[in-house]
């Protein structure tokens, strides 16, 4: 039984042969059919991005976000991350914006893997060094994410990109569609105690700072004409292995994931919250 059918199941209350509407597509019970009012709208949570159309009761919320938790550690020792994408897995810029010595790029853009023109031809997108190798490694211990507060459009564009068959990200992608201001939790059907967050601003985390890996912010291209120092597409160089913020950061989450399954029968008391704690205490 999956985690959706076992709280689709929890709906029906046995004694009273009643249905509580636990989850519903388009207005319509998933458990019994029937419609479900505007009155239960209210207490509802869209999860559009999984699903057109699917909305979750908060108990629902609750109980797929523990036994998603639950299935993920003792079936496939795995936990939950959530990405942010600019800043932190690439740096996008306005082609437009591109300073004179950084054009070259325009003619180096087809020939390279790391670098990629959005269509219609706006953006030009440089993908941070080692992502592939970390979205390979990290999919081996991690059900991962995307977060952002991009649209929908943007996101789906650069997926392309870093994840063209899906097999990291699925469809767990959200954007400022569902989460206009800030992020949230709420919108991650996985138990707190189980989801790394990494991402290179922290304020947008405002309930969730515990979660947080805080990555090194990423830039590529020029800020602006008033900066400074050159930037790496100026200086034609980019991130090595010794100052690569994803490398830094895999190796944070080895240690977590290390550290939460070091013994299984503690699993269900374990918390990645006070792992990131002592890991970044030794630091």
Avoid at 205 to 225: A, G, Q, V
Avoid at 231 to 254: H, M, W
């Amino acid at each position: 039984m999956s985690v959706f059918e076992a709280v689709i199941s929890d709906s029906f209350s046995p004694h009273s042969n009643t249905c509580s509407h636990s989850v519903s597509l388009h207005g319509i019970c998933t458990a019994c059919n029937s419609i479900v009012d505007d009155d239960d709208q209210r207490h509802r949570r869209p999860f559009d991005y999984l699903s057109p159309g699917l909305q979750l009761t908060h108990h629902a919320v609750t109980l797929t976000k523990r036994l998603e938790t639950l299935s993920s550690c003792f079936h496939h020792k795995k936990l939950h991350l959530v990405l942010d994408l600019d800043h932190t897995l690439l740096h996008a810029t306005e082609v437009s914006s591109l300073t004179e010595a950084e054009k070259y790029l325009l003619e180096e853009e087809t020939c390279r893997d790391d670098l990629w023109k959005l269509k219609p031809d706006r953006y030009l997108v440089k993908l941070r060094p080692f992502l592939k190798d970390f979205l390979r490694e990290a999919d081996k211990m991690f059900t991962m994410s995307v977060y952002t507060m991009g649209t929908r459009s943007y996101a789906e564009a650069i997926l392309q990109l870093i994840d063209p068959d899906r097999t990291y990200f699925g469809n767990r992608v959200i954007t400022r569609d569902e989460s206009p201001r800030t992020k949230t939790l709420d919108f991650v059907l996985a138990d707190e105690r189980g989801v790394v967050i990494v991402d290179d601003t922290l304020n947008v985390w405002p309930d969730h700072k515990n979660n947080l890996i805080l990555i090194s912010r990423y830039n590529y291209f020029r800020k602006k004409e008033s900066q400074r120092s050159k930037p790496y597409s100026e200086e034609k160089t980019d991130e090595s292995e010794c100052n690569s913020g994803l490398v830094a950061v895999f190796r944070v989450l080895k240690e977590v994931h290390c550290g939460f399954f070091r013994v299984r029968e503690e699993l269900e008391s374990k918390d990645v919250r006070l792992l990131l704690q002592e890991v970044f205490s030794l630091v």
